[in-house]
């Protein structure tokens, strides 16, 4: 039981990785015979990973089609985005009260490496990186359950589209806005970052869904 277990876990991180490589992309059918061969596992592992995948909704699931990569919906997006703003923005007050230097130096850490993450193309491991930036925020509380469900939030956000397509510019942009709000969190000043966090939330979104949604019912969105 427990080695079926670590099967089923080892083939949910396998094809979580493979929709993050875009191995795998939103809307396209999978056949667990084909993954089983090919992550070198039985049908019953992948089959039960698949089932998790689902029920988290990174997957759908059709009777007698079986499962497809999920498509984010416009909808889906500005739920996800308005819980991900809700924790950062409801945290950051607790986060600076309980600051201590160790914490800020972490976090500035964290800015750094999404800094030098940066080249001339826009890949995804930026976005990992960006996710434990504002992570660490939120682990100042020291509420692991709720930085836990920051995490799932923003991947539920970046696995599910292609994030390729974004302007270089905005890397330039994210750093300037990570910058910001690191000044604001040194210097314990809790209203400046919670409107950083809104700013920097919202030009998420807008520079995001121009690509993800650039076309809903054939017009541009």
Known sequence: ????????LAAYDSIKDMMFNYDIVPGQR????????????????VNNALSILAKEGYLDFVPNQG???????KDEAESLYEIREIIEVGTIGKAIRQMTD?????????????????????????????????ASIIEMIENPYLTEK???????????????????????????????LYKAISIKDVDWAKELIKTHH????KNLFAIIFQKENGKTV
Do not use: W
């Open 150 to 180: 920051y995490r799932e939030v923003c991947q539920k956000i970046f696995l599910r589209h292609r994030i390729e397509d974004l302007r270089m510019e905005r890397m330039n942009e994210i750093v300037n806005e990570h910058e910001q």
């Open 67 to 73: 499962y497809s990569v999920h498509k984010l919906t």
């Open 1 to 8: 039981m427990k080695g079926q277990k670590n099967l089923t």
């Open 102 to 134: 160790e914490k800020l130096k972490i976090f500035e850490n964290k800015k750094q490496m999404v800094v030098k993450s940066i080249t001339d193309r826009v890949h995804r491991k930026i976005f990992i990186l960006d996710t434990e930036f504002h």
């Open 30 to 45: 999978l056949v667990f015979v084909d993954l089983a061969k090919q992550l070198g596992v039985s049908r019953t592992p």
């Open 202 to 205: 919202g030009n998420a979104k």
